[in-house]
């Protein structure tokens, strides 16, 4: 009777969590890819705020007034065709709550993000890459589409789950030898790193990169310069993993992906349905 007691509670657990992811899928704009989003968006964007602060309280503002200026108009480019397109799909919910912001830090590092809410940080490094307004738009809408497409998120959820789900797994092995535990925690950890969450992460980048090209031709930017910017970004040296352990598409697949996504992005760019906002 125990037992069943047990099963039952159990039983009615799962189906407890089962609902609630259930009820926790979104979609991505562009994509329509549907997601899991288990934690308040609004509680991410507050974290963001906490981060973002202490990140700009430790870190040099750029003082150079044309690149500034440049980061600045790229990006309310961008986030005014982010508006637009969302406005157009009846999605602007997504954005309720962004406060956008756009910064350029003096760090010799080629890298820019956006957290969930709209702070955006350009790092001085990725200028050379860049180029120009355009190049810059590949960047910032990449980023900026992570943030829209609440990647953030869902990471976290999936990694909750995850946790969660060890712990289930861990009582049904309570009674095995202590080898066996070892060895199938450590097969875990191994599937979970290169099964599950390093190709949901090269995901993430390739649903960004065609977001990106979206955003960046509504906003009048040209979407074939992304694969001229990240042509030169294969070319800038270092030695980098294969794509099969690295959280990011190889610098070939990515390219491979934007141009047959092209076509779609260049309809934004070419025939302008869509209106800026001001």
Not at 46 to 56: A, D, I, V
Not at 60 to 68: G, R, V
Not at 245 to 252: A, Q
């Amino acid at each position: 009777m125990a037992l069943i007691k047990t099963l039952s509670n159990r039983a009615f657990l799962l189906l407890i969590a089962t609902t609630f992811i259930i009820t926790a899928c979104n979609k991505v704009p562009v994509t329509g890819r549907k997601q899991i989003s288990l934690l308040p968006e609004n509680q991410l964007i507050g974290l963001s705020l906490t981060n973002y602060g202490e990140f700009m309280t430790t870190h040099k503002l750029s003082n150079n007034m044309s690149q500034t200026q440049m980061v600045k108009k790229v990006g309310k480019n961008i986030a005014n065709a982010v508006n637009t397109y969302l406005t157009e799909k009846d999605s602007q919910s997504l954005i309720e709550n962004y406060q956008w912001e756009y910064n350029l830090i003096e760090e010799d590092v080629p890298n820019a993000w956006c957290m969930p809410g709209g702070k955006i940080v350009v790092y001085t490094g990725i200028l050379p890459y860049t180029i120009d307004e355009a190049g810059l738009a590949v960047v910032m809408g990449h980023e900026v589409a992570h943030a829209v497409a609440r990647h953030g998120n869902e990471r976290m959820s999936h990694q909750i789950i995850m946790e969660y789900g060890v712990s289930f797994l861990s009582t049904f092995i309570e009674e095995k030898p202590e080898q066996t535990q070892i060895l199938f925690q450590q097969a875990l950890g191994l599937g979970a790193q290169y099964g599950v969450m390093l190709p949901y992460s090269r995901m993430h980048e390739t649903e960004a990169d065609k977001m990106g090209l979206i955003f960046m031709a509504i906003a009048g930017y040209d979407p074939q310069k992304a694969t001229e910017f990240w042509e030169r970004m294969s070319k800038s040296g270092g030695q980098k993993p294969p794509e099969i352990i690295s959280t990011h598409p190889s610098d070939e697949s990515r390219i491979k992906t934007m141009k047959e996504f092209m076509p779609e992005a260049l309809k934004y760019y070419k025939n302008k349905p869509l209106k800026l906002t001001k």
